[in-house]
């Protein structure tokens, strides 16, 4: 009381104005500010959509702008990452899960699979551990130009020849019964491919 008495009135603790005052604080800041049409909120420029005239949460634009506040915010941590040197290492772990990926997907085609369940089991186990399926052998190609083992590659590690596999039999030809990778047919005997 005694510094309002002293001093007047402090303009940074005026709560009473005059409508004159308010229409001027507004036009002062209106530029920085939009009005929501649907919630009447009034929201700074930073949260309008000004494409569609709506506040970002009343936006049907509203996915888009959730996807391109996220690709920003991973551009800003690839940015953060790169300031700090920890971009390759980054990298280097990418390229480590994929290849961790392809030994795992090379180890699954040299493992014998079970045709009812997909249990994979070491080369030349017969029958599967899990159900007593008769499992299905991988295949053992060898290059035809150098005769190394090619390892379910595309193209021999050795000589670099393509290797074509010829696709295996899926039914008899002589009864037409599955042969589900069976050197020999479960109904009539007769020996596949």
Do not use: H
Request: glycine share 10%.
């Amino acid at each position: 009381m005694v510094a309002e008495n002293v001093v007047g009135q402090d303009p940074r603790y005026v709560y009473n104005l005059t409508p004159a005052q308010v229409e001027s604080a507004w036009n002062q800041v209106r530029a920085r500010f939009r009005e929501c049409p649907t919630c009447c909120q009034v929201v700074c420029v930073s949260d309008f959509d000004e494409q569609s005239g709506f506040c970002q949460d009343d936006s049907p634009r509203k996915n888009d702008i959730a996807a391109a506040q996220a690709e920003q915010a991973g551009s800003a941590i690839k940015g953060f990452a790169a300031a700090f040197g920890l971009d390759t290492a980054f990298k280097q772990v990418g390229e480590a899960v994929k290849s961790a990926g392809a030994t795992v997907q090379s180890a699954a085609s040299q493992s014998a699979r079970c045709p009812k369940d997909g249990v994979l089991a070491a080369p030349g186990t017969k029958f599967c551990p899990e159900c007593g399926t008769a499992m299905i052998q991988p295949s053992v190609a060898s290059c035809p130009k150098c005769g190394k083992p090619s390892m379910g590659a595309k193209f021999c590690p050795e000589c670099g020849a393509k290797i074509e596999t010829a696709p295996v039999a899926t039914v008899c030809s002589g009864c037409g019964a599955q042969l589900n990778g069976a050197k020999f047919c479960p109904e009539c005997g007769t020996k596949s491919g």
